[in-house]
C-alpha cells in the first residue's frame, strides 16, 4: 500500500507542477497536496462566466461546479494561498479530477483586473 500512495504522490505532484502559475513544495507524509494557489484568486480575479474568486475558499467552488471536484481550502490547514488535494483515491480517480481540474484551471476562462 505504501508503493501505491508513493505512485498516486509522484502522479498528482508532476501533474500539478504542469500547471502553469501553480507553486508547489514536494509534500513530506500524509496524503494530500496543499499547491499554492493565490494566482487564481485574488482581488480583481474573475472566471468568466462564473464571477470573482477573491479567495482559496471562491476558488474552491468554482472548481466544484465547474471541475465537479471537491478540494478543501488551506486557510483551515494554515495556508491561505494554497488548497488541499488528497491523493488517497485510486490512481483513475485522481487521473479524471486532475484532468478535471487542468481544464477549469486554464488561462484563458480567468480575467485580471485592477
Known sequence: ??????ERRDYVVERLKQI?????????GA?????DMSQF????VQVRGY???PDADALCM??????HVAL???DAFGAPNCIRISYAASMATLKEALDRVVRALDPQHFVHSS
Not at 502553469?20 to 513530506?28: G, I
Not at 496524503?31 to 499547491?35: A, G, K, N, Q, W
Not at 484568486?41 to 480583481?44: A, D, E, K, Q
Not at 468554482?62 to 471541475?67: C, G, N, P, R, S
Open 72 to 74: 478543501v481550502p488551506g
Open 62 to 67: 468554482y472548481l466544484i461546479h465547474q471541475a
Open 51 to 53: 464571477g470573482p474568486v
Open 20 to 28: 502553469p502559475r501553480v507553486k508547489l513544495a514536494e509534500p513530506q
Open 1 to 6: 500500500m505504501v508503493k501505491a500512495f508513493q
Open 41 to 44: 484568486f485574488g482581488h480583481g
Open 31 to 35: 496524503f494530500y497536496v496543499l499547491p
